[in-house]
C-alpha cells in the first residue's frame, strides 16, 4: 500500500486525535463485478478535521464517502462512525446515518414537497418532533444557508445554487455530527458555486467534521486540513493543501494537478 | 324519412331499467379499480422483490392475465369452476374476473412508476435516516403515483368499458340491460345509442377526475401559497436552545 502517512495536521485538531475519531476505514474494499471501486482503503478522520477528498473521474472518491453512510455497502474491511462500527447491523447503520448528514451532486431534494416541508420531513418523522419545533429548527437552518424566504416554494422553482443550500439546510435539521458532500456544485452553473462553497465554509468555520469530494481547488487550499487524493480505487497520497499543491509527491497527482489547475 | 327515433332514444335515456344498470357498470369499474389497485400494488411489490422465486411468481400471474382475453376468464370462472365444486354468485365472479385481470395491468403501472423515481430520492431518504415506512410513504409513493395517473387513467378507461364483458355472465349491468330491452322492443339503434351515450358520459367524466388528479399531484412545479406566517422568526437563540 502506497499510503503516505499524514502529512501535516493543524494545531487545533492535533489534540483531539487522541478521541474516537469521527472516522476510522480499515482495509476497505468495494467491488462492482469485477470492477474493484475501493482497494484497501486506509482512513483516519479527526473529529472537527476537514478532508477534501480528489482525484480523476472512476477513481472511487464518491465510492469512499458513500460508503461512510452506507449508501454504498463496502465487501470487506472495517468501517468505524463515531466509533460505530458499520457492520450491516440495522441499528448501527441507522446510528451512523444519524451522525452523518449528506449533500449530493444532484441536489436529490423531495421536488414534491416545499422547502420547509423538505427539512422538517425527517426531523418530524425521525426524531419525533412537533411539526412547530421541527418548522422552528428548519427556519434556522434556512436562514444559516441564507435562503428563509424561499420556505414555502417547491424545489423546481429554485436555481440550482438556492436547491443546494436547501439540501445543506435540510441534512443540518438532523443535526450531524459529519457532514460528507459528494460532489455538490458539480452540476451547478459557474455563477452558482460561490454561494454554495461560502455555505460550505461557514459550516466549517463552525467546526463541523467536513467530508467533501470536489474539484474546487481554491476550496481545498482555504478550507481544507488534509487533502486525499485517490487514483484507481486506492489513496495515493495524504497532504495537507499547501504541501500537496506545491509538492505533490506522486506522478499521479502532478499529472491530476496539472489537468485541473489551467 | 329515418328509421331511427330520436324520441326513442330519449325514453330509453330516462329509462329507470337502463340507468339501474348504469349504476352497476360504475359499481363493477370502482370495485375492480379498488380491488385491482391493491391486488396490483401487491403483485408489483413481489415483481420488484429481490427474491427470485416471489419476483418469478408475480410475473407468471402478470403474463397469464395479460396473456388471455379477460372474456375467457369470465367464463372460467362463471361456468368453469363449479365443474370443480368452486361457484360464486354471478356478481362475484364478474368482480373476480375484473379485479384479477385489471390487477395485472395496474401492477406493470405501480412498477414502472415506481422504477422511474430517480434512486437519489432513495438515497436522500435513507441519509436522513428516514424509515423505510415514511421513504415509502412520504417520497416514493407519492412521486410514483404522479407518474402513474396517465397510464392508471388509460387502464381505467379500459376497465369501465370491459365491464360491458360481464354482460356475457348475465350480470346486469347496462350493457346486459341493453341487451334485454332491444330483444323486447327491437328498437336496436336507439337502445344502443342510449347505451352509447352513458358510456361516453362515464369515460367523459372519468376524463376530467384524471385531469384533476393530474393537476393536484402535479402541482410541486406550481407556487401554493401557503403559511409562511407560522414559521415565525426564530432568533439564533431560541434554536440554539432547543438543541
Same mark, same amino acid.
Given at each position: 500500500m502506497s499510503q503516505t502517512p499524514m502529512m501535516t495536521e493543524r494545531a487545533t485538531v492535533q489534540p483531539q +486525535?487522541?478521541?474516537?475519531?469521527a472516522v476510522r476505514m480499515e482495509a476497505v474494499y468495494k467491488h462492482y463485478g469485477d470492477f *474493484?471501486? +475501493?482497494?484497501e482503503i486506509d482512513l483516519k478522520v479527526a473529529k472537527g478535521e476537514k478532508i477534501v477528498v480528489c482525484g480523476?473521474? @472512476?477513481?472511487?472518491k464518491s465510492t469512499l464517502i458513500r460508503c461512510i453512510n452506507h449508501i454504498e455497502k463496502h465487501d470487506e474491511g472495517l468501517i468505524y462512525v463515531n466509533g460505530v462500527? +458499520? %457492520?450491516?447491523q440495522r441499528k448501527n447503520i441507522d446510528a451512523v446515518r444519524r451522525d452523518t448528514g449528506m449533500v449530493f451532486q444532484s441536489f436529490?431534494?423531495? #421536488?414534491?414537497? *416545499?422547502v420547509l416541508e423538505n427539512c422538517t420531513l425527517a426531523p418530524m418523522t425521525?426524531? @419525533?418532533?412537533?411539526e412547530a419545533e421541527a418548522e422552528d429548527l428548519a427556519m434556522h437552518f434556512l436562514t444559516k444557508v441564507r435562503?428563509? %424566504? &424561499?420556505?414555502?416554494?417547491?424545489? @423546481? &422553482?429554485?436555481?440550482g445554487g438556492q436547491q443546494q443550500r436547501v439540501a445543506i439546510a435540510r441534512a443540518l435539521c438532523m443535526r450531524p455530527k459529519i457532514m460528507l458532500f %459528494?460532489? #455538490? *456544485?458539480?452540476?451547478? %452553473?459557474p455563477e452558482m458555486v460561490k454561494e454554495v462553497l461560502e455555505t460550505m465554509k461557514k459550516l466549517a468555520e463552525e467546526g463541523m467534521t467536513m467530508l467533501c469530494v470536489t474539484h474546487e481547488m481554491g476550496f481545498a487550499r482555504e478550507v481544507a486540513d488534509r487533502i486525499v487524493f485517490m487514483n484507481e480505487g486506492k489513496v495515493v497520497e495524504q497532504a495537507a493543501p499547501e504541501e500537496f499543491f506545491k509538492h505533490p509527491k506522486s506522478e499521479r497527482a502532478r499529472t491530476f494537478l496539472d489537468q485541473i489547475i489551467h | 324519412m329515418s328509421h331511427f327515433s330520436l324520441t326513442a332514444a330519449v325514453n330509453y335515456f330516462f329509462n329507470y331499467f337502463l340507468m339501474k344498470g348504469v349504476l352497476v357498470t360504475i359499481g363493477l369499474t370502482v370495485a375492480a379499480v379498488v380491488g385491482g389497485l391493491i391486488l396490483g400494488m401487491g403483485i408489483a411489490l413481489l415483481r420488484m422483490s429481490s427474491n427470485p422465486v416471489l419476483a418469478g411468481a408475480a410475473r407468471l400471474y402478470i403474463w397469464f392475465f395479460r396473456g388471455t382475453p379477460l372474456l375467457i376468464q369470465l367464463v372460467v370462472i362463471y361456468s368453469g369452476l363449479p365443474q370443480l365444486g368452486i361457484k360464486f354468485s354471478v356478481i362475484t365472479c364478474a368482480l373476480v374476473g375484473l379485479i384479477l385481470n385489471e390487477a395485472a395491468y395496474l401492477a406493470e403501472i405501480v412498477r414502472s412508476g415506481f422504477m422511474a423515481v430517480s434512486a437519489g430520492q432513495r438515497e436522500a431518504a435513507w441519509a436522513l435516516s428516514l424509515s423505510p415506512w415514511v421513504t415509502f410513504r412520504r417520497v416514493t409513493l407519492p412521486q410514483a403515483f404522479r407518474l402513474m395517473i396517465p397510464p392508471l387513467g388509460n387502464s381505467i378507461n379500459s376497465l369501465l368499458k370491459a365491464t360491458s364483458l360481464a354482460s356475457v355472465i348475465s350480470v346486469e349491468e347496462l350493457m346486459r340491460r341493453s341487451d334485454m330491452l332491444m330483444q323486447e322492443h327491437f328498437q336496436i339503434l336507439e337502445v344502443y345509442a342510449a347505451a352509447t351515450a352513458y358510456y361516453l358520459i362515464l369515460t367523459s367524466v372519468w376524463d376530467a377526475v384524471q385531469r384533476r388528479l393530474e393537476k393536484h399531484f402535479g402541482r410541486s412545479s406550481v407556487a401554493k401559497s401557503r403559511k409562511? !406566517?407560522?414559521? !415565525?422568526?426564530?432568533t439564533r437563540a431560541s434554536a440554539e436552545a432547543r438543541a
Open positions: +486525535l487522541r478521541e474516537v475519531p *474493484t471501486a +475501493l482497494n480523476p473521474s @472512476g477513481s472511487g462500527e +458499520l %457492520d450491516y436529490n431534494l423531495f #421536488p414534491h414537497m *416545499t425521525a426524531n @419525533g418532533m412537533s435562503i428563509p %424566504d &424561499q420556505a414555502e416554494k417547491y424545489p @423546481g &422553482q429554485l436555481s %459528494d460532489e #455538490p *456544485t458539480s452540476a451547478l %452553473d | 409562511v !406566517a407560522t414559521a !415565525a422568526p426564530v
